[in-house]
């Protein structure tokens, strides 16, 4: 499966951005998929996932209650809705998709398949 991300950009603190991410090749219906950021000189980090029913959501603590990760496996999409940005979300964000227990979804190695990532950049 391929994936695409977009919807990346330059917005002022306290805006709003929504990514989405893409499939193609085959449908992604089947697994979690999670968004990843990495900012400049940084390790890449999770972000927040949904599982494959869009049932179960996980963030990282440092963006609950401004993002919101949501699916529309009929359209093969994942979206990260962000609000409330703050110039510390300034980072590459990718998107990817996988499968297996819950409790390793924050894990890079939960993922097998990975988007190319789209440029969120914050101002203050």
């Known amino acids: 499966v391929q994936l695409q991300a977009s919807g990346g950009g330059l917005v002022q603190a306290g805006g709003s951005l929504s990514l989405s991410c893409r499939a193609s090749g085959r449908t992604f219906s089947n697994n979690g998929v999670g968004w990843f950021r990495q900012a400049p000189g940084k390790e890449r980090e999770f972000a927040a996932s949904i599982d494959w029913r869009g049932g179960s959501t996980y963030y990282t603590d440092s963006v609950k209650g401004r993002f919101t990760i949501s699916r529309h496996n009929a359209k093969n999409t994942v979206s990260l809705q962000m609000n409330s940005l703050k110039p510390e979300d300034t980072a590459v964000y990718y998107c990817?998709?996988?499968?297996?227990?819950?409790?390793?979804?924050?894990?890079?190695?939960?993922?097998?398949?990975w988007g190319q990532g789209t440029l969120v950049t914050v101002s203050s």
């Open positions: 990817a998709a996988g499968g297996g227990a819950a409790r390793f979804v924050k894990m890079r190695s939960f993922y097998n398949y």
